[in-house]
């Protein structure tokens, strides 16, 4: 079975300043982790991926996560915040990168000026 | 990237009725499609997978014979929503598997609200 957990359901940071939104999981396999980010009445758009590998990940709009076996943490950050990074975040994971997903709970980011 | 649509991206309808809606891949196969219901201010939650050409699996708790899915070709993967209620207003989205790289691409959803 595989669990996700999101500390936090809302955050709040000022623009230029550093984002970090916590992702804790639990998996009985080898997880694949995923960030998405959702604008409001629309789909998923992945941010980044940790299948096997690199632990630090990179993926669009400046934002990383790195994936820790030791404490069963993807936690997402960005160096600086921008006024378009405000949206709903959720982690997921899964048992390979194309089944299905167990989502957490979803992080509201807002970005003040 | 891949491309996944859903048609149609808003519906309202009455109470007792039926409602299809439709999931494609555009510019790939996609043998597994995902479909999923996001409650207001809440997380996604797998509804079932649904797999071409044989029936799909659900997650526990869900009707099947309530959510009818339909996976009739590689890129058309059809939820339909029979005799909604009101507490069938939710936003669905679904999910379209690619083999190659292996991952889902997310549709933009369907806001489904039953008066």
């Known amino acids: 079975a595989q669990s996700v957990t999101q500390l936090g359901s809302h955050v709040s940071v000022s623009e230029g300043a550093l984002v970090l939104l916590r992702c804790n999981y639990s998996s009985s396999v080898p997880p694949y982790l995923f960030w998405y980010v959702q604008y409001p009445n629309q789909g998923l758009q992945l941010l980044l991926k940790?299948?096997?590998?690199?632990?630090l990940v990179k993926g669009i709009n400046g934002f990383e996560a790195e994936f820790k076996k030791s404490e069963t943490s993807f936690h997402l950050t960005k160096p600086s915040a921008h006024m378009s990074d405000a949206a709903e975040y959720f982690c997921a994971v899964s048992e390979g990168g194309g089944n299905k997903l167990t989502f957490g709970t979803g992080t509201q980011l807002k970005v003040e000026l | 990237g891949a491309v996944v649509s859903q048609h149609p991206s808003r519906v309202i309808c009455k109470s007792g009725t039926s409602v299809k809606i439709e999931c494609r891949s555009l510019?790939?196969?996609?043998?597994?499609m995902f479909w999923y219901r996001q409650f207001p201010k809440q997380s996604l939650m797998l509804m079932a997978t649904?797999?071409?050409?044989?029936?799909?699996?659900?997650e526990q708790g869900v009707e099947k014979d309530k959510f009818l899915i339909n996976h009739a070709s590689l890129t058309l993967s059809t939820l339909t929503v029979t005799s909604a209620h009101p507490e069938d207003s939710s936003f669905y989205i679904c999910?379209?598997?690619?083999?190659?790289?292996?991952?889902?691409?997310f549709g933009p959803g369907t806001r489904l609200t039953v008066l």
């Open positions: 649904s797999n071409e050409g044989s029936k799909a699996t659900y």
């Open positions: 999910s379209a598997r690619s083999l190659h790289p292996d991952t889902q691409y």
């Open positions: 940790y299948t096997t590998g690199a632990t």
């Open positions: 510019d790939f196969q996609a043998t597994t």
